[in-house]
């Protein structure tokens, strides 16, 4: 299996024109992530995790430093990082390639901040995640959302998914791809 994404990663144009630079992330973005979480929607929140975690419970120290370190065996988590007028950087979308089983399957979740919404984050986001998981030789992509999530069913569709039901769940649709 090949190292961990290079650290740099690469840049991408939003629809609107903004810079971001897509790359895995880092022990060091605690306090970015913290951030990234305060500018989530309950809804948004809802749409991720399928039920409501408060903000005090998702920037504890000990639940960022997990989040924030990936074991490149188990999956990877990208970042899209935005540089402010001021410099500062900020986090506006996550994505997240977990191996949930031995084999060559793996799991899928997205999420960006609110105000960065349909600007085209999760669409870049999820294709820079099926090339990992590709270079790493993960034969099947699948992820679950809400069958309200209309912009989750957009963006896995545009990415080459096929979404189907759940059986015996009315609420949950999941979204398959195979790579070759
Ligand atoms: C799902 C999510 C990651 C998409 O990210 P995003 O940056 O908004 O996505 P993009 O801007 O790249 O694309 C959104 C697409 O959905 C479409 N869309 C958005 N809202 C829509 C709606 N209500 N109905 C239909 N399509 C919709 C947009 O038109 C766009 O498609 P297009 O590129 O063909 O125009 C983001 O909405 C999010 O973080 N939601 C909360 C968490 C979540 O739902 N995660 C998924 C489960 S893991």
């Known amino acids: ?23 895995p992330i880092r022990p060091d973005d605690e306090p970015l992530m913290a951030e990234f979480h305060a500018g989530l929607s309950t809804r948004s929140v809802y749409h991720r995790y399928f039920h409501i975690t408060s903000l005090e419970q998702r920037i504890t120290h000990t639940r960022l430093a997990l ?3 990936t074991d490149p065996a188990l999956g990877l988590a990208l970042v899209g990082e935005h540089r402010r007028d001021d410099g500062r950087p900020e ?32 669409r870049a986001l999820l294709q820079r995640l099926v090339a990992a998981a590709a ?6 992509l699948y992820g679950d959302m809400l ?14 998914f096929v979404i189907r039901a759940v059986p015996g769940d009315a609420v949950v649709l999941r979204a398959e791809r195979a790579l070759s």
């Not at 299996?1 to 897509?22: F, I, S, Y």
């Not at 270079?135 to 099947?140: F, I, L, N, P, S």
């Not at 069958?147 to 080459?160: E, F, I, K, L």
Request: glycine fraction near 12%; aromatic fraction near 2%; hydrophobic fraction near 40%.
């Open 67 to 69: 989040t924030c370190r």
């Open 1 to 23: 299996m090949p190292a961990e994404a290079p650290a740099r990663g690469d840049d991408v144009t939003l629809k609107d024109g903004t810079l971001v630079r897509v790359r």
């Open 91 to 122: 986090v506006l979308g996550l994505a997240r390639l977990t191996r949930t089983a031995p084999g060559d399957a793996a799991e899928i979740a997205l999420l960006v901040v609110d105000r960065w919404q349909g600007r085209g984050l999760g």
């Open 135 to 140: 270079e790493r030789g993960v034969q099947r």
């Open 147 to 160: 069958a309200d999530n209309d912009a989750m069913r957009a963006v896995v569709r545009h990415a080459g």
